[in-house]
């Protein structure tokens, strides 16, 4: 059993049954693939290899054309993420506000420094932290921002970033 970066429990195995899910609801509107591997992620933390072939069979498309939208996104995780995922922006509004020297802070906190992690992200060893660079996470005139799991947070400095981390790990977030 896992945990999702929503905080929920799920395990990997019901990967399927969502897809399948996600498959009834979108397979009949038009551009259902990218929809349909976001129900995927949001429920489960990743979007599993065994639902690959599933979805193009669904959809009726090739495995590697569905293997490249979801190479394409930075978004879409192909790994079970860290319990924790940090999420921070680095495009240009926060870089402006200091975003760089705060993601800096970020990974250092977290023992993501240093480390490696699945696709563009840095996870920690101890696998309680996973920080991804992302661009633009719509809070740009309250810049620097930062989503911690679900969560975003605005006007994000070091010492709110150590607090929001401090109450995550006294179980009050
Ligand atoms: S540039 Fe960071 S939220 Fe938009």
């Not at 429990?9 to 049954?17: K, P, Q, W, Y």
């Not at 101890?126 to 911690?148: H, W």
């Amino acid at each position: 059993m896992q945990q999702t970066p929503q905080g929920e429990a799920r395990d990997g195995e019901g990967a399927g049954h969502v897809a399948a899910q996600a498959l009834a609801r979108w397979s009949d509107r038009p551009g259902p693939l990218l929809p349909i591997l976001h129900e995927i992620q949001e429920a489960v933390g990743y979007i599993p290899g065994e639902v690959v072939p599933q979805i193009a069979r669904g959809l009726n498309l090739s495995r590697a054309e569905v293997h490249g939208v979801i190479s394409y996104y930075h978004h879409f995780r192909t790994e079970a993420p860290a319990r924790h995922v940090i999420q921070v922006c680095r495009a240009e509004s926060c870089q402006a506000m200091g975003a760089e020297a705060l993601y800096g802070h970020v990974l250092r906190r977290t023992g993501c420094e240093g480390q490696s992690g699945p696709g563009h992200a840095c996870r920690g060893a101890d696998g309680r932290y996973q920080v991804e660079p992302v661009y633009c996470l719509g809070l740009c005139a309250a810049s620097p921002a930062v989503m911690i799991g679900q969560t975003l947070h605005a006007r994000v400095d070091a010492s709110r970033f150590d607090a929001l981390i401090d109450a995550l790990e006294e179980g009050k977030r």
